[in-house]
């Protein structure tokens, strides 16, 4: 079916800077939005970016100013600019599609499987 492939974690310093992609692949008629979260260890999965096929954006505040969600529609792909990076922001980033797979279909959540972010020096 529909498939997300994350790619772009890795081990960055404080105030280093990441860019994470999720390319999405399958039965696709259309993704309607496509975001971002993220979760660190022994806490709950939260919100980190989201944007939608008319291009709109939406933040965490914890992100906010650093962090920029950016869509290749062409490509079915998301990506997350982050900059100015803290050790909190440490955690597995999950990407999400919104797909829909046919025509006047019903709207589906994919989740990729995460790639681990890292912040420390």
């Known amino acids: 079916q529909v498939q997300l492939a994350e790619s772009g974690g890795g081990l960055v310093q404080p105030g280093g800077s990441l860019r994470l992609s999720c390319a999405a692949s399958?039965?696709?008629?259309?993704?309607?939005?496509m975001g971002w979260y993220r979760q660190a260890p022994g806490k709950q999965r939260e919100f980190v970016a989201v944007?939608?096929?008319?291009?709109?954006?939406n933040y965490a505040d914890s992100v906010k100013g650093r962090f920029t969600v950016s869509r290749d529609n062409a490509k079915n792909t998301v990506y997350l600019q982050m900059s100015s990076l803290k050790p909190e922001d440490t955690a597995v980033y999950y990407c999400?599609?919104?797909?829909?797979?046919?025509?006047?279909?019903?709207?589906?959540?994919?989740w990729g499987q995460g790639t681990q972010v890292t912040v420390s020096s």
């Open positions: 999400n599609a919104d797909v829909q797979r046919q025509e006047s279909g019903p709207v589906f959540r994919f």
């Open positions: 944007i939608t096929s008319g291009a709109s954006t």
């Open positions: 399958g039965s696709i008629f259309s993704i309607v939005t």
